[in-house]
């Protein structure tokens, strides 16, 4: 039988360390996608790298991107990270967080990638649920996403590949994602969720991020092995 | 009244000048946007250095993508381009210059950039009349792609603004492409096509590229300057 292959989106977070446990536990192979764009927690490239070694992956490609591309978000700037919002304030609207385009654009590049690899499934760790209200997170977008890489493709259009986007978390709340991960052996202790983490590396507690981490971790009845700043 | 801006994706070659030309006729500011992606014949960057320069853009950013991304293409790797073939058989399929997901990266990227800068409307030089068979250059593929872009985005769905993914170009062939850039002062001799230029920098005269070039020129009935090795 011929090795399912995949590529996974790794951000180095909660999300898509457990969507690769996820894809490994479904029988494939995996090569790992990450990408340095200015965000200013680049803190999230070495947990991805920590995590892709742990995980065993085929391999991990780190692609460098022009921060100015993408540089109104507070992720990339250097415009405040929104602290201490209540759960209400955090799903009220896109926050400053937001980072244009993002997922288009990874997924874009996934894409370039899976058919060069010849790899038709592309695993990305978005959930409609506890998220952060980005609009490249939704279902419908991930299905708009999908109908055009299939008319984009030399392999899609000569009928040799039908491109998949997996959202294996999609309808998962935090607490759901990490139980499960939790089950499958992920060390959450490698992952990295703060968009402002201190210099010495402490998450910061208080942002939108660090927020729904812990809240995630309490709702699962698991415990946060995350060193919190406060 | 407010300043209409735009975003033209410049490769450096014939369409894309023609397009850059085509949307400051139609009164756009434009911020012009280029892409260094490992493609053999890189001599284009220059072309659209001298382009944007010439045309009076606002701003010209060229970025950097990894061309471990796209590398089995003709045009990135050390496969050799195909020379000398017939219109039939550069019309018969998608040749070996395809690059994955080129254009599907290209506008994503283009679309970070425009949220960042408030600009709806992104010009590209595509045409699905004299091109070379590539899947991304077909209008079900344009609409496709401008659908999910609208779905993806802070700005689109909260209203703020509609992304258009212009292609004036679509019905054009290359010798009418050349025509209408010619009317409007296009300077060709900065303009580079060929896939596989010699050291010195003159165009092979025998790729794909190079006979659409010299067909177009012919048909619009228009001097090529184009230095040809032969």
């Not at 592309?122 to 996403?145: H, K, L, Q, W």
């Not at 040799?160 to 959202?167: A, E, L, N, Q, S």
């Amino acid at each position: 039988m011929e090795e399912k292959r995949s590529i996974v989106l790794l951000s180095g977070g909660i999300d898509s360390a457990t969507t690769l446990a996820i894809a490994k536990a479904e029988g494939y192979a995996i090569h790992a996608l990450s990408f340095r764009y200015g965000q200013r927690h680049a803190r999230e490239i070495e947990s991805a790298r920590l995590l892709a070694e742990r995980m065993g992956v085929i391999s991990h490609l780190v692609v460098d991107l022009n921060p100015d591309l993408f540089s109104h978000s507070a992720l990339t700037s250097s415009s405040p990270v929104p602290k201490g919002r209540t759960e209400e304030q955090i799903r009220s609207g896109i926050p400053a967080t937001y980072v244009p385009a993002r997922n288009t654009v990874f997924l874009s590049l996934a894409l370039a990638w899976a058919e060069v690899l010849d790899i038709s499934d592309i695993f990305i760790g978005v959930t409609a649920v506890d998220y952060s209200g980005y609009p490249d997170c939704r279902p419908e977008y991930i299905e708009a996403f999908e109908h055009m890489a299939n008319l984009a493709l030399k392999a899609t259009v000569e009928g040799r590949m039908k491109i998949k986007i997996k959202t294996p978390l999609i309808n998962l709340s935090k607490g759901e994602i990490i139980k499960r991960g939790h089950a499958l052996g992920v060390d959450f202790s490698l992952t990295h969720s703060c968009y402002d983490p201190t210099p010495g590396g402490y998450a910061c507690g208080e942002c939108d991020s660090c927020q729904l981490r812990k809240k995630g971790f309490k709702e699962a009845g698991i415990p946060d092995p995350t060193p919190y700043a406060r």
